[in-house]
């Protein structure tokens, strides 16, 4: 089994920054591309970011220059850095992990739970 434990997320003012952690836990052989989505109440989900295990990070169009994804392979963990927050940030942050398990061949996508972002204006 594979776990996806996501944190950080919350209310915050417009202008603001916030930082979300995602964490995997169990028989993790190795992972791929890693990131986070996001889900507005209506809305298609989103790339936020996401990042290859050889460092390549990619943005969403509404998020370029005001976030910055990383990746801690040692820790299976994927962090998001998010600045000068705005109303339209508000969504909820799921994070999505391409995992090879110890006792598979081959990379599965895995998600998290979500966390709640709410900017306030």
């Known amino acids: 089994q594979v776990q996806l434990d996501e944190s950080g997320g919350g209310l915050v003012q417009a202008g603001g920054s916030l930082r979300l952690s995602c964490a995997a836990s169990g028989t993790i052989f190795s992972s791929n591309a890693i990131g986070w989505y996001r889900q507005a109440p209506g809305k298609q989900r989103e790339l936020v970011a996401d990042i290859t295990s050889n460092g390549s990070a990619r943005y969403g169009d509404s998020v370029k220059g005001r976030a910055t994804v990383s990746r801690d392979n040692a820790k299976n963990t994927v962090y998001l850095q998010m600045t000068s927050l705005k109303p339209e940030d508000t969504a909820n942050y799921h994070c999505?992990?391409?995992?090879?398990?110890?006792?598979?061949?081959?990379?599965?996508?895995?998600w998290g739970q979500g966390t709640q972002v709410t900017v306030s204006s």
């Open positions: 999505k992990m391409s995992i090879r398990r110890a006792t598979q061949y081959g990379y599965y996508d895995y």
